[in-house]
């Protein structure tokens, strides 16, 4: 098992006697010199076309071309970066303290700005509620102050490239930079015109959890990928389209008998023959697009 693997945080304890623990280790993948047979592969990446197919030209795809949907991070660090570890380790705890009041909005709506012309307008979060999505604690130890906000602006890569939109500004003591939170609230994810495929039916394909960066010439993804304990970890694929990137996971080196049904969470980097670009990123197994960052984080991008 590779050792950089990052373990879910949620574990499932279940006797390793009983048999329902092989599909955790999904034994049903792949061969035992670790690579998936062939059968397998042509299964998968047929579904991959499959997804690919439905989303072109589709009432999603126009409604996915025509809203806001951030590739990135709402919540923004200070530019000048931390100070020290202590300050780093408390926003990533999310240990603040505010002193003031929070302001309140003089509108309830707020501009995203692409810079050709096809502006849209999306609804504002408070500022109390921006600030609720980085700063939960206010224990003992290294904190870091909010002495005053103010609505201002910043720019986020999206799936339309970056824009320009409306951030509450938090101002840091001691801080030369501030701390921002993007201020509009994503578009409602279009429903996907194909639906989630079965696991059995598909040649052992898995769900990729999430984005988790692009580069930043576009010619590679990371992202998230799941595996057990009886095998050699994730392996993923990309089939690219004109209009869709759609990645296909699945395990390799499975082995049989029971093992303990332990979700185990790796990041994949997938290079990519051309610049993601606008193009959608897809997920095989569930022909949905794939969110950026942590549900559990401080601010994902859809959920």
């Known amino acids: 098992m590779n050792t950089r693997s990052k373990r879910s945080v949620c574990i499932l304890l279940v006797s390793l006697l009983s048999t329902s623990l092989l599909a955790g280790c999904g034994n049903d993948q792949g061969t035992d010199d670790g690579g998936a047979n062939d059968q397998s592969l042509r299964v998968q990446e047929e579904r991959a076309r499959q997804v690919a197919d439905a989303w072109r030209t589709s009432a999603a795809a126009d ?60 609804p504002l979060i408070s500022s109390e509620k921006a600030y609720k999505s980085f700063a939960l604690h206010r224990s003992a130890g290294p904190h870091l102050t909010v ?36 201020a509009v609230t994503p578009s409602k994810l279009p429903k996907p015109p194909i639906g989630h495929a079965r696991q059995e039916a598909t040649g052992g394909l898995r769900s990729i959890t999430r984005l988790a960066g692009t580069a930043a010439d576009g ?46 969470e790796q990041d994949m980097r997938v290079k990519l023959s051309q610049p993601l670009g606008d193009r959608i990123l897809l997920d095989a197994l569930t022909g949905r697009p794939l969110p950026f960052g942590d549900p559990n984080g401080t601010a994902p991008s859809w959920t």
Not at 82 to 111: C, H, I, Q, Y
């Open 219 to 264: 010619r590679s993804v990371t992202v998230k990928a799941t595996h057990g304990t009886c095998d050699d970890g994730p392996t993923v694929k990309a089939l690219e389209t004109k209009e869709s990137v759609v990645l296909y996971a699945s395990i390799k080196g499975a082995e049989s008998g029971a093992c303990a049904a332990v979700m185990i």
């Open 147 to 182: 002495t005053e906000a103010r609505l201002g602006t910043t720019v986020i890569v999206t799936s339309r490239g970056k824009a320009t939109v409306p951030a509450w500004v938090f101002t840091l003591e001691s801080y030369d930079t501030p701390l921002k939170r993007v």
């Open 63 to 122: 409604a996915w071309a025509q809203g806001y949907y951030p590739m990135a991070d709402a919540v923004q660090a200070p530019a000048s970066g931390w100070r020290s570890k202590a300050d780093k380790r408390a926003f990533e705890t999310k240990n603040f303290v505010l002193t003031g009041d929070l302001p309140s909005m003089a509108s309830t709506r707020g501009e995203v700005e692409w810079g050709d012309g096809q502006d849209l307008t999306r």
